[in-house]
């Protein structure tokens, strides 16, 4: 018999230590956590067969749609048995006001970086997969140089630009008390501080982490995106400092995009660190 499960939301941008951090949540025997998953695609299809526009819209009540959500969610997780499930999405910052009215107490984490060291890290991938065409681009041009890929990540339906635009809209919702967002840096840096935090936002009992010994890796899914080692997680908790591959031009002109810095018009929760001048 399936067990109901408590859900909670990992999201934020691409490279940015989501992957890590669903590494660490898992080693707690009551969580659940992995790659992105194909709920919140079913969810969107879901909507759009019984809103506004569809045939069945007259047919199908608000309690009936919050139903066959709820349903989705809990016959989609229905073999998992850990009471705790952190469904990943890039999308789900953006959902925070249907979230929380499926969820009441959910919560949703998203993990950031400097968006510079973002495309970078892209960058890096693509340039180690040289005989792959990603399917991170339609073509020729938007594959052909390195300001071409990173423009085209930065695209507000793209890998970079849809996350980011997501998050700034939870960052700044009435809905945002439910969002923690954590730096990548410093989860990285100093896992041991970050953890008991995010435990606190959940309202879960700390667990002891073993930093040293993390063990997650999908080459499948890699490679079906066409970059491998996309989410291969190292398998101890650590920070690596490096000059980027960027031309400066572009390096600067992605830097300047961390609006989570500034708290001051936002009602969510940010552990982050002030950033210090990049090398370049």
């Given at each position: 018999?399936?067990?109901?499960?408590?859900?909670?939301?990992?999201?934020?941008?691409p490279?940015?230590?989501s992957?890590?951090?669903?590494?660490?949540?898992?080693q707690?025997?009551?969580?659940?956590?992995?790659?992105?998953?194909?709920?919140?695609?079913?969810?969107?299809?879901?909507?759009?067969?019984?809103?506004?526009?569809?045939?069945?819209?007259s047919?199908?009540?608000?309690?009936?749609?919050?139903?066959?959500?709820?349903?989705?969610?809990?016959?989609?997780?229905?073999?998992?048995?850990?009471?705790?499930?952190f469904?990943?999405n890039?999308t789900?910052s953006?959902?925070?006001?249907?979230?929380?009215?499926?969820?009441?107490?959910?919560?949703?984490?998203?993990?950031?970086?400097?968006v510079?060291?973002?495309?970078?890290?892209?960058?890096?991938?693509?340039?180690?997969?040289?005989?792959?065409?990603?399917?991170l681009?339609?073509?020729d041009?938007?594959?052909?140089?390195?300001?071409?890929r990173?423009?085209?990540?930065?695209?507000?339906?793209?890998?970079?630009?849809l996350?980011?635009?997501?998050?700034?809209?939870?960052?700044?919702?009435?809905?945002?008390?439910?969002?923690?967002?954590i730096?990548?840096?410093?989860?990285?840096?100093?896992?041991?501080?970050?953890?008991?935090?995010?435990y606190?936002?959940?309202?879960?009992?700390?667990?002891?982490?073993?930093?040293?010994?993390?063990?997650?890796?999908?080459?499948?899914?890699?490679?079906?995106?066409?970059?491998?080692?996309?989410?291969?997680?190292?398998?101890s908790?650590?920070?690596?400092?490096?000059?980027?591959?960027?031309?400066?031009?572009l390096f600067?002109?992605?830097?300047?995009?961390?609006?989570?810095?500034?708290?001051?018009?936002?009602?969510?929760?940010v552990?982050t660190?002030?950033e210090?001048?990049p090398?370049?």
């Amino acid at each position: 018999m399936a067990i109901p499960h408590t859900f909670h939301f990992i999201s934020g941008l691409p490279r940015s230590g989501s992957t890590l951090l669903s590494a660490i949540l898992r080693q707690n025997p009551r969580f659940h956590a992995g790659v992105t998953s194909p709920v919140a695609s079913f969810v969107g299809t879901l909507l759009g067969q019984v809103g506004a526009g569809s045939e069945w819209s007259s047919q199908v009540s608000l309690e009936q749609r919050r139903t066959l959500l709820r349903g989705l969610f809990e016959n989609y997780y229905a073999d998992i048995a850990q009471p705790v499930v952190f469904d990943t999405n890039r999308t789900w910052s953006a959902k925070l006001p249907l979230l929380l009215d499926l969820f009441p107490s959910t919560k949703v984490i998203a993990c950031v970086r400097n968006v510079a060291w973002v495309m970078d890290s892209l960058e890096r991938l693509i340039r180690a997969n040289p005989y792959e065409n990603t399917r991170l681009f339609a073509n020729d041009a938007e594959r052909g140089t390195v300001h071409a890929r990173v423009d085209t990540l930065a695209q507000r339906t793209r890998l970079v630009g849809l996350p980011w635009h997501a998050l700034k809209e939870g960052f700044y919702s009435e809905q945002g008390h439910a969002l923690l967002v954590i730096d990548y840096e410093l989860l990285a840096r100093r896992p041991g501080e970050v953890l008991p935090l995010i435990y606190k936002f959940l309202g879960e009992e700390s667990f002891a982490h073993d930093f040293e010994r993390l063990e997650f890796d999908t080459p499948d899914y890699d490679v079906e995106l066409g970059l491998k080692g996309m989410h291969k997680v190292r398998p101890s908790v650590g920070f690596e400092t490096r000059t980027t591959l960027l031309p400066p031009d572009l390096f600067r002109q992605y830097a300047q995009m961390s609006f989570w810095l500034d708290t001051k018009a936002s009602r969510a929760n940010v552990i982050t660190v002030r950033e210090e001048a990049p090398a370049e």
